[in-house]
Every structure is written in structure tokens, then in C-alpha cells.
């Protein structure tokens, strides 16, 4: 019984893009890790600003954090932003989308459709998320490479974790 | 035709913004910021005397590392009449004005309070932090980032 369940699981996994709830990226805030000091260079921001779906980048010295803000019916994925931040020449270190969300419950392994990329949900509370709600992406490349050995044995119960597809962002709800 | 195409090639040309780096070459530019002490002061004054402009900020951790062998090397070579200018781009005026106490600066300090946007960094093209432009006593500037040795061969030269 337990392994049709596993199979039933994993075969609802595979065919992901089952998506029924949307969202649409408001805000992204990154915090972007590298070799040097990433504030004391303009690359980033340079970077960020040039992307066509970007209102406005702004820095917060304090915690190191670059906050995105994207405008309306923008179709900016969370790829978008991290390739641009490794043009700068840095890597992220973290990011947290924020998205408007209606009624959603994060179940795990359920997953909401932004922009074309597929929200995965993992560590779920499944507590109805209703408005605006931050999202921690938990991928590799969004993650510093320490976090990301951790996750990979701790989201090992998450079939689409360790796929790392492009387009799938798994998430939890912060 | 080929006049319309002419001028969408000339408009493209002109929207590229320019690089506004300064060149090796150039000349001190004319640029009156406010000091720590409240006086407004032109970058152009200091033409005379060999000058390294410093741009850096309090919250820039490579910058204050710097800061230390800055204020070490102008100590040591004020007398012979060397120069420097730290321009921070701060936005917070109190962090600055801590950040000149703590690293005991002594040498000129002026505050263009807009970071990377500030008129003085693009001016000068700077896109990373510490950024310093060495100046000969005739106010041209003859290295970006130079090292310690470079600037001490500049004061010696200018004896």
C-alpha cells in the first residue's frame, strides 16, 4: 500500500505543472555572495536595473540585501535574476520572491505558476496563504553551496528536488 | 534612405551613454564638495601638490582596511607637501563622520552623500570600491589605483 502511495506520489510529482493556483513576482530580494564586497561594487545593481521588467533596485547596507522591484505583468522567472547576478560577476546567496497569492494552500509538492516557472512547496505549514506572501527559493544557485549539501539530504522526501529542472523553484513560505 | 539611416546610427551613437572614466591624463576635475568641517572644497584646488583622491564608504569593509594604510602613508608624507582627498559616498552623514573617527583620518575628507549615483563617482567612473586616482603636482592624473610604491615614487619625483 505504502509503495503505491510512494509511486502515486512521485508519478503526481513528475507531471508537476499540474499547477492550479498563479501568482504573479512582485519583489525579489537577493542577497548576492562572492569574492569580494558585493555593496562595493555597482555591477550588481548595474546588472539588476538593465533587465526589462525591473521599476527599481534598491540596497539595504545593513544586511547586504538587494531588493527588486519589478513592475506589473512582469515576466521576470527567478533565473532571470540570478543569471544576471553572476553576469555581475557574484553568485546568490539568497533570494526571497514575494507574490501575490489567493487562497493557496502549500501543501508539499503542490505547486503555484508564476510567470512560467513552477513554485514547488517544501517545509510546508499548510496554512492558507492569502496576499502577498515571501518565499524562500531553496534550489541550488539559490542557496550559498554549505545550505545546499544540507538541503539535498533533508529534501531528499521531494522528488523534484534533486531533478534540478530549470524551470521548477521549490519554496518555503517565510 | 540612406540619410535616415545615417541619422538612427548617429541618434544610437549618441544614446550610448559615455563612459565618463577618467583617462590617465585628465585633468583634476572642478568639483566642490563639503568637508567633515562643513567647508566646501573644489577638487581643482589641490592642483599644485600631489593629490590621491580616495573615494570610498564607511559601510565598505575593503575601504576601511585601506583607510588604515591611507592615513599611515599621509602621515608620513604630509610634510613634503602630499595630498589626500578621501571622497566618501555615504549617504549617512553620522556613519561617515564615525567612520573618520574610528580610522583616524586626518587628511581631507569631503561627503557626496548618493553612493554609486553620486555626481563625483560618475565623474571619475567609479564602479568599485576603494577607488583611488593619483594626481601629479601639475593636477593630472597619471594612475587609477596605484599602488603604495607608485605614489611614493610620485612624492619624490615632485621634491
Known amino acids: 500500500m505504502k509503495t503505491i502511495y510512494q509511486l502515486l506520489l512521485l508519478t503526481f510529482a513528475v507531471f508537476l505543472p499540474s499547477a492550479s493556483a498563479y501568482g504573479q513576482i512582485q519583489k525579489a530580494e537577493i542577497v548576492a555572495t562572492g569574492l569580494t564586497c558585493s555593496m562595493c561594487s555597482n555591477a550588481i545593481n548595474k546588472q539588476l536595473k538593465s533587465i526589462d521588467g525591473v521599476e527599481k533596485v534598491e540596497t539595504d547596507l545593513n544586511t547586504s540585501t538587494f531588493t527588486v522591484i519589478l513592475t506589473p505583468y512582469n515576466t521576470i522567472t527567478p533565473a532571470t535574476l540570478k543569471n544576471s547576478v553572476e553576469k555581475a560577476g557574484f553568485f546568490v546567496g539568497s533570494m526571497v520572491i514575494t507574490l501575490s497569492l489567493d487562497q493557496v494552500v502549500p501543501k508539499d509538492n503542490a505547486a503555484v505558476e508564476a510567470q512560467g516557472a513552477t513554485l514547488v512547496f517544501v517545509d510546508s505549514k499548510e496554512k492558507v496563504l492569502n496576499g502577498q506572501t515571501r518565499l524562500k527559493i531553496q534550489d541550488k544557485g539559490y542557496v550559498t553551496q554549505k545550505e545546499y549539501k544540507k538541503l539535498q539530504k533533508s529534501y531528499s522526501k521531494y522528488p523534484t528536488y534533486s531533478v534540478e529542472n530549470e524551470g521548477d523553484f521549490h519554496v518555503k513560505v517565510i | ?159
Open chain 2, 1 to 159: 534612405m540612406r540619410l535616415n539611416l545615417v541619422l538612427i546610427m548617429l541618434m544610437s551613437m549618441l544614446c550610448i551613454p559615455a563612459a565618463a572614466q577618467l583617462r590617465t591624463g585628465a585633468s583634476l576635475p572642478k568639483l566642490t564638495l563639503t568637508s567633515s568641517e562643513g567647508q566646501p572644497i573644489d577638487l581643482a584646488s589641490f592642483k599644485g601638490k600631489v593629490t590621491l583622491v580616495d573615494f570610498w564608504a564607511s559601510w565598505c569593509g575593503p575601504c576601511r582596511v585601506a583607510n588604515k594604510k591611507l592615513v599611515k602613508l599621509y602621515s608620513k608624507y604630509k610634510k613634503q607637501g602630499f595630498e589626500i582627498v578621501g571622497v566618501s559616498l555615504d549617504k549617512d552623514k553620522a556613519k561617515w563622520r564615525d567612520a573618520i573617527k574610528k580610522d583616524k583620518i586626518a587628511y581631507v575628507q569631503v561627503n557626496d552623500p548618493a553612493g554609486f549615483d553620486a555626481k563625483s563617482a560618475v565623474t571619475f567612473g567609479v564602479e568599485n570600491m576603494p577607488a583611488s586616482y593619483l594626481f601629479d603636482a601639475s593636477g593630472k592624473l597619471i594612475a587609477i589605483n596605484p599602488s603604495e610604491q607608485q605614489i611614493i615614487n610620485e612624492i619624490n619625483k615632485a621634491k
